[in-house]
T-cell receptor
Framework: SQTIHQWPATLVQPVGSPLSLECTVE??????LYWYRQAAGRGLQLLFY??????ISSEVPQNLSASRPQDRQFILSSKKLLLSDSGFYLC????????????FGSGTRLTVV | AQSVTQPDIHITVSEGASLELRCNYS??????LFWYVQSPGQGLQLLLK??????LVQGIKGFEAEFKRSQSSFNLRKPSVHWSDAAEYFC????????????FGTGTSLTVIP
C-alpha cells in the first residue's frame, strides 16, 4: 500500500536560517506531489506541485522553493526564513488525473522565531 | 476561475444532533468534489468523493454528501454527530483542466458539545 512520510513533525527556526522539509512517498511511482501551507485561521494554500522529477510549478511567489530530486521525494526549502513563513506545512501526493484524491502527510509545524 | 466557498467558518452542534456543512463551488465543467477532515495538528483525511453517477455519496465515519449541480453545492451531512467528529472540514474541487490541482475551501471548524 502507498504511504507518505513527512518530517520533521515540528520545527522551530530563527529568522534568517535555512529550511529543508522532506516528503517521501512509498508504494507508487510517478506520483503528483504537492506542498501546501496552512496558516493559523486560514485555509490551505498551494505552494508548489510537481508532476515529475525536476518539474516544479509554483503557485504563489514565496520565500520558498521546492525540488524533486527523485521520483518519490519532494523537498521544500528556504535560504532565509521570515517570520511570515511560520505555519503548518502539508505534503500530499496523488496519482495522475483530475479525479484522483490527494493523500496527505501528517504535516510539519514550523515556527520561525 | 475555479473556487470553493465554505460559508460557515465555525459550527457548534450538540452530540447526537444532525450536521450539515455547506460547500459551494464555481467550476465550468463537471467537477470532481471531495471532503476532507483534519484533526488538530494532523494531516487531512479523505471522507468522501464525487466523480459522477449517483449524486448522493457515502463516505467514512457515517458521513454523506449530496452533489446538486443546479445549486453548485456539495454539502456534507451526518445524521448523528459524535464528540470525535470535532475537527476542521475542508471541501475541495479537482481541476481537470490543469492536471489534478485541487482548490480547497477555507474550512469549517466543528465543535461538538455534550
Amino acid at each position: 500500500s502507498q504511504t507518505i512520510h513527512q518530517w520533521p513533525a515540528t520545527l522551530v527556526q530563527p529568522v534568517g536560517s535555512p529550511l529543508s522539509l522532506e516528503c517521501t512517498v512509498e508504494g507508487t511511482s510517478n506520483p503528483n506531489l504537492y506542498w501546501y501551507r496552512q496558516a493559523a485561521g486560514r485555509g490551505l494554500q498551494l505552494l508548489f506541485y510537481s508532476v515529475g522529477i525536476g518539474q516544479i510549478s509554483s503557485e504563489v511567489p514565496q520565500n520558498l522553493s521546492a525540488s524533486r530530486p527523485q521520483d518519490r521525494q519532494f523537498i521544500l526549502s528556504s535560504k532565509k526564513l521570515l517570520l511570515s513563513d511560520s505555519g503548518f506545512y502539508l505534503c500530499a501526493w496523488s496519482a495522475p488525473g483530475p479525479s484522483m484524491a490527494y493523500t496527505f502527510g501528517s504535516g510539519t509545524r514550523l515556527t520561525v522565531v | 476561475a475555479q473556487s470553493v466557498t465554505q460559508p460557515d467558518i465555525h459550527i457548534t452542534v450538540s452530540e447526537g444532533a444532525s450536521l450539515e456543512l455547506r460547500c459551494n463551488y464555481s467550476y465550468g465543467a463537471t467537477p470532481y468534489l471531495f471532503w476532507y477532515v483534519q484533526s488538530p495538528g494532523q494531516g487531512l483525511q479523505l471522507l468522501l468523493k464525487y466523480f459522477s453517477g449517483d449524486t448522493l455519496v457515502q463516505g467514512i465515519k457515517g458521513f454523506e454528501a449530496e452533489f446538486k449541480r443546479s445549486q453548485s453545492s456539495f454539502n456534507l451531512r451526518k445524521p448523528s454527530v459524535h464528540w470525535s467528529d470535532a475537527a476542521e472540514y475542508f471541501c475541495a474541487v479537482g481541476d481537470s483542466n490543469t492536471g489534478n490541482q485541487f482548490y480547497f475551501g477555507t474550512g469549517t471548524s466543528l465543535t461538538v458539545i455534550p
